[in-house]
């Protein structure tokens, strides 16, 4: 909808050709390929290499970061194309700019800012028990298991708020001009309303006349078309680690073994009824009122203790409470975590029908009787024995695929000639393919042998002309896959006596749209010069956010066709060979229905001119710190190293 606008507003031209541009992509793009370090890295700025194996760190990032937002069945080859890969050394380039920047501006973040921002971290956040202290060990635990430390992530975390400060500034200064937001939302809001007359291939097929050797000159003249490209049959074994499961078997000692260690993690946790009479007292309260309250809180307390059944009673007529007062102070069934660490503390040493001394929280002053307990055992071990046996016989899976991984890749290897052996070793089924070529089919992204790894060692030379096993190839983690070749075909091409009638085919259609155009061409001219204008189908209402089914060609058309003089016409080639004639009727402007749209767009239009803005302020940081990309980044082969 905008090309319209690229045509005839000079002055928005600029600003809306931002908004097609692709967002830069500073930080986040990964995947799981290794890559071996070379001795100078992949680029350099200010003299410092970026290496190999922390791009590799970034495409596994983004990976992670796709996984987490599209689930896992997002397939890594979608960003290992040589385009992501550039726009992933790009990102790292960018990164060491806005640091290098930032160092000779000496911006600095200080550590309460760091710890404030580890704090709010959803991950950490949860790991601050009610008192508001961290669980060190639990954080240290979690943090052992991704290979970092305390000190690596307050540093990690110090860059980053670093990196934000430098990346934000610019594109959050932006603006655009309201009147270039208002001209665009005026734009956004007209309605055309238009007919369409089409001249299809279909009806001028029988008026091709192809000379009788045109079908075999073509074939001589695009041979490539017709090659069918070499392809083997193969046969191929997977391991992972539903493999291994299947063969795990656990003893009942085993399990119960297992039940008893954990038996915190399968228990209900305790809940308790209880009802309370506050007296509130404000935080800023003095001295002299606190002692009040508390004095009245203590006398209701001896009220009580005389008269235990008389609690409801006091509690509607003095708890400060609106939430519980009306129910006789009653809060219901909760956990100790639902309540403030005081109240909890004197909740759960309670016994049933017994009543708390005064407790002091935030809130004032409370009274608190214990009415029911529940929960706090442990479910019995027929009820979770199954969801323990899955979860030790994966552990189990986890570990000792490493060990059947070694044992795996040395038999396909030794027992070259044959698949048979390694089959049989971990009760694997050989399956078989036929028709393989070199080139991955991306709608099978997720068959091992559309791997491309696995795709490259098929057609090595060893396997290709000796017939043996390819080594044992990880395809995806904790996933092997060996295969060998049992056939193969040599690249070929298609008899012309194969192909001659699908040719004949292709010529007659393009002939037939060729007289399609031609005879739409001659109409358009003829009705811009008052002919006859019959024969077009029912008008419909088009704008630019809504085409009514009609092909962005001729929304382009019919948008930069000048309509000043009604009717006007547009004429274009459609993608089905057609050509569409459009007899614009009616232009109106509906009045806007969202005040806020204009906003909106103004924003929008802001956001893009900052991130140009941004895009230009890193070439000239490339040029201040002298970027050198030495080479593109690369696709890794099983070993880890780059091909």
Do not use: C
């Given at each position: ?404 991984a070694e044992t795996f890749s040395n038999m396909v290897y030794d027992q070259a000639d044959s698949l048979t052996g390694a089959a049989g070793k971990f009760g694997l089924t050989i399956q078989s393919a036929s028709g393989v070529t070199r080139t991955p089919i991306a709608a099978h992204a997720h068959d091992p042998l559309e791997n491309p790894k696995v795709l490259a060692a098929l057609f090595s030379d060893d396997v290709l002309k000796n017939k043996h096993n390819t080594e044992a190839i990880e395809v995806a983690p904790d996933t092997l896959v060996a295969a060998r070749v ?158």
């Amino acid at each position: 909808m905008f090309d319209f606008i690229r045509n005839h507003q000079r002055l928005m031209q600029f600003i809306l050709l931002l908004l097609i541009l692709p967002s830069f992509a500073l930080w986040g793009v990964q995947s799981y390929s290794r890559f071996h370090e070379g001795a100078q890295g992949l680029a350099t700025v200010a003299g410092q290499p970026i290496t190999q194996q922390e791009f590799d760190a970034a495409q596994r990032r983004q990976l992670e970061q796709l996984h987490a937002r599209l689930g896992s069945d997002v397939d890594p080859k979608l960003i290992d194309s040589p385009e992501a890969r550039a726009q992933v050394l790009q990102g790292l380039i960018g990164e060491r700019l806005l640091l290098a920047q930032a160092a000779q501006d000496h911006l600095t973040v200080s550590n309460e800012r760091v710890a404030m921002e580890l704090r709010n971290d959803p991950s950490i956040r949860s790991l601050y028990r009610p008192d508001g202290t961290l669980d060190v060990a639990r954080y240290d635990q979690l943090l052992a298991a991704v290979g970092k430390t305390r000190d690596s992530v307050f540093a990690e975390t110090r860059r980053d708020i670093v990196l934000q400060e430098e990346s934000s500034a610019i594109p959050d200064s932006s603006f655009a001009p309201s009147a270039v937001a208002t001209r665009l939302d005026f734009l956004l809001r007209q309605v055309r309303d238009v007919q369409e007359l089409k001249f299809s291939p279909a009806d001028f097929r029988a008026s091709v006349k192809l000379a009788l050797d045109a079908p075999q000159k073509y074939y001589q003249a695009h041979t490539s078309e017709f090659r069918v490209p070499e392809q083997v049959d193969v046969q191929y074994v997977v391991l992972d680690q539903n493999a291994i499961l299947g063969s795990i078997q656990l003893k009942p000692e085993e399990i119960k073994a297992y039940y008893d260690q954990n038996i915190k993690r399968f228990a209900v946790p305790e809940e308790r009824r209880a009802s309370h009479i506050l007296v509130a007292v404000a935080k800023d309260a003095s001295n002299a009122d606190r002692e009040k309250a508390k004095a009245k809180a203590q006398e209701i307390l001896a009220r009580l203790r005389a008269h235990p059944s008389d609690f409801a009673k006091l509690a509607r007529q003095y708890s400060d409470d609106p939430g519980s007062a009306s129910k006789g102070g009653d809060l219901g069934w909760a956990p100790a975590s639902n309540y403030v660490q005081p109240f909890a503390d004197a909740l759960f040493k309670l016994q049933p029908n017994q009543l708390s001394d005064v407790v002091q929280t935030d809130f004032g002053y409370h009274i608190i009787e214990l009415t029911g307990v529940h929960g706090g055992s442990a479910k019995p071990l027929d009820a979770v024995r199954s969801d323990i046996e899955l979860e030790m016989r994966k552990a189990r899976a986890k570990t000792q695929f490493a060990e059947s991984a070694e044992t795996f890749s040395n038999m396909v290897y030794d027992q070259a000639d044959s698949l048979t052996g390694a089959a049989g070793k971990f009760g694997l089924t050989i399956q078989s393919a036929s028709g393989v070529t070199r080139t991955p089919i991306a709608a099978h992204a997720h068959d091992p042998l559309e791997n491309p790894k696995v795709l490259a060692a098929l057609f090595s030379d060893d396997v290709l002309k000796n017939k043996h096993n390819t080594e044992a190839i990880e395809v995806a983690p904790d996933t092997l896959v060996a295969a060998r070749v049992t056939a193969y075909k040599p690249a070929s091409e298609r008899p012309f006596s194969e192909v001659s009638d699908a040719i004949k085919s292709k010529l007659v259609d393009e002939e037939a749209s060729d007289l399609a155009a031609a005879a739409g061409a001659a109409k358009l001219k003829s009705l811009v010069a008052g002919a006859d204008d019959t024969g077009f189908g029912p008008s419909k209402s088009v704008s630019r956010t809504n085409a009514a089914g009609l092909p962005p060609v001729a929304m382009k058309e019919i948008f930069r066709t000048n309509a000043s003089k009604l009717p006007a016409y547009a004429g274009v080639s459609l993608p089905d060979g057609a050509f569409g004639i459009y007899r614009i009727l009616k232009v109106t402007v509906p009045p806007s229905q969202d005040p806020r749209r204009e906003q909106n767009l103004a924003l929008q239009l802001a956001h893009a001119s900052g991130e140009l803005e941004f895009s230009g302020y890193l070439e000239n940081l490339k040029k201040k710190f002298k970027v050198r990309v030495l080479k593109p980044a690369a696709k890794s082969d099983s070993d880890g190293a780059p091909r």
